[in-house]
């Protein structure tokens, strides 16, 4: 258990007002948690204390070498007032084995928890309560030590900060247009895929821009080797529905292992329909599409939950998918998760953590 200090805010800053668009991750609410880390003492001095800019060397070692880890989560405000999270033992777990990939210390599980779930308690007025709105929590460590040499930093510092989000998609489940990207690699087996570190999203970024430009919406990524085989979309996980059976990339090492993945796949079982973690070829792919066995395409993360693909491009190739509308069971599993989410239906799975 840790001993957290609470520092009370002079003034609270004006929260949004009932209906206002939150966008994502632009408003930041008043308190953050913070906690240190330094070699031979651990983690120590943790704190919720008013949101402000922290003071760092130019020297520190996070702005050269690029040693971070973040987590990205949320919390739920259901009809009755009452807050819930949703599997936060399951990010915990990842956030530490990212730190192991990163040659950062670990934070233990129960401690993350408890840092995310206090901050979130004193923020409660700050989840919004507009349908579909929540509260994105994004913990993550930084390395501080000033020095330039290329080694693991010997201090750390451990933040968590809230901002309370809109609903992803405004007017209900939209499809998105997915650009699959035949130059650019990701991650390779070895490397960092699995973990969630900045430096994958830094060298991301240049494949986004490009599928932006030619007007999609989200980069899927092929296997790092042989630039064959699915791996994942931007930041969320996939899903392939092909003549009834539910298929998604196995997790390889060069995948994140989305919370949102797992729970749909437990979810889908529960469901009697089959579901194979395997390899799957862009090549299984085109043909499944092409004798129109491909029904579904949805990507799977925190933020949107549920994102159904309604366009896929791959070199001249473009495929519609399911008429670019959304697939049944897609809507199904959003609406499952939601609701199991903001405490609205049974949860048979456990999930659901209140605070
Ligand atoms: C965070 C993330 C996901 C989705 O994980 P969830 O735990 O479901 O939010 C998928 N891919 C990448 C690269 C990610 O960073």
Redesign the pocket.
């Given at each position: 258990m840790l001993d957290i200090k609470f520092i009370k805010a002079k003034q609270l800053k004006q929260k949004p007002a009932k209906g206002q668009p939150l966008g994502f991750g632009k408003i930041f609410t008043d308190y953050m948690f913070t906690m240190k880390y330094t070699e031979g003492k651990g983690w120590h001095d943790p704190v919720i204390e008013p949101y402000h800019n922290i003071e760092l060397s130019p020297a520190a070692m996070v702005f050269h070498y690029g040693q971070e880890m973040f987590e990205?989560l949320k919390a739920y405000k259901g009809a009755d007032g009452k807050v819930f999270l949703f599997r936060p033992d399951m990010?915990a777990k990842r956030a530490n084995r990212s730190n192991d990939r990163l040659c950062i210390p670990n934070i233990p599980v129960e401690d993350f928890v408890q840092a995310v779930s206090e901050l979130v308690k004193v923020e409660k007025d700050w989840i919004p309560e507009d349908e579909g709105t929540s509260l994105y929590i994004r913990p993550f460590v930084i390395a501080t030590d000033d020095f330039l040499g290329v080694a693991p930093s010997k201090t750390y510092l451990f933040m968590v900060i809230l901002s309370p989000s809109g609903a992803y998609y405004e007017s209900g489940l939209a499809p998105v247009g997915i650009w699959i990207e035949d130059e650019y690699v990701r991650a390779v087996k070895g490397g960092t895929g699995f973990a969630?570190t900045g430096g994958?999203y830094a060298s991301s970024l240049i494949a986004q821009v490009k599928a932006h430009d030619e007007g999609f919406s989200q980069v899927l990524w092929l296997d790092g080797v042989e630039r064959k085989y699915i791996e994942?979309v931007?930041?969320?996980?996939i899903f392939f529905k092909i003549d009834g059976k539910v298929i998604t990339p196995a997790i390889n090492g060069s995948i994140?292992p989305?919370?949102?993945?797992d729970s749909v796949i437990n979810l889908v079982k529960s469901w009697g329909i089959t579901v194979e973690e395997r390899k799957i070829s862009v090549e299984e792919l085109l043909e499944a599409q092409h004798s129109g066995k491909l029904e579904e395409v949805f990507g799977?993360?925190?933020?949107a939950v549920i994102s159904p693909v309604g366009k896929l491009r791959y070199m001249d190739e473009v495929m519609t998918i399911n008429d670019g509308s959304i697939g049944k069971l897609s809507q199904k599993i959003y609406d499952t998760i939601t609701g199991i989410q903001w405490g609205k239906i049974d949860d048979p799975f456990g999930w659901r953590v209140e605070l």
């Amino acid at each position: 258990m840790l001993d957290i200090k609470f520092i009370k805010a002079k003034q609270l800053k004006q929260k949004p007002a009932k209906g206002q668009p939150l966008g994502f991750g632009k408003i930041f609410t008043d308190y953050m948690f913070t906690m240190k880390y330094t070699e031979g003492k651990g983690w120590h001095d943790p704190v919720i204390e008013p949101y402000h800019n922290i003071e760092l060397s130019p020297a520190a070692m996070v702005f050269h070498y690029g040693q971070e880890m973040f987590e990205g989560l949320k919390a739920y405000k259901g009809a009755d007032g009452k807050v819930f999270l949703f599997r936060p033992d399951m990010n915990a777990k990842r956030a530490n084995r990212s730190n192991d990939r990163l040659c950062i210390p670990n934070i233990p599980v129960e401690d993350f928890v408890q840092a995310v779930s206090e901050l979130v308690k004193v923020e409660k007025d700050w989840i919004p309560e507009d349908e579909g709105t929540s509260l994105y929590i994004r913990p993550f460590v930084i390395a501080t030590d000033d020095f330039l040499g290329v080694a693991p930093s010997k201090t750390y510092l451990f933040m968590v900060i809230l901002s309370p989000s809109g609903a992803y998609y405004e007017s209900g489940l939209a499809p998105v247009g997915i650009w699959i990207e035949d130059e650019y690699v990701r991650a390779v087996k070895g490397g960092t895929g699995f973990a969630k570190t900045g430096g994958n999203y830094a060298s991301s970024l240049i494949a986004q821009v490009k599928a932006h430009d030619e007007g999609f919406s989200q980069v899927l990524w092929l296997d790092g080797v042989e630039r064959k085989y699915i791996e994942e979309v931007g930041a969320m996980n996939i899903f392939f529905k092909i003549d009834g059976k539910v298929i998604t990339p196995a997790i390889n090492g060069s995948i994140l292992p989305g919370v949102t993945r797992d729970s749909v796949i437990n979810l889908v079982k529960s469901w009697g329909i089959t579901v194979e973690e395997r390899k799957i070829s862009v090549e299984e792919l085109l043909e499944a599409q092409h004798s129109g066995k491909l029904e579904e395409v949805f990507g799977t993360g925190t933020a949107a939950v549920i994102s159904p693909v309604g366009k896929l491009r791959y070199m001249d190739e473009v495929m519609t998918i399911n008429d670019g509308s959304i697939g049944k069971l897609s809507q199904k599993i959003y609406d499952t998760i939601t609701g199991i989410q903001w405490g609205k239906i049974d949860d048979p799975f456990g999930w659901r953590v209140e605070l």
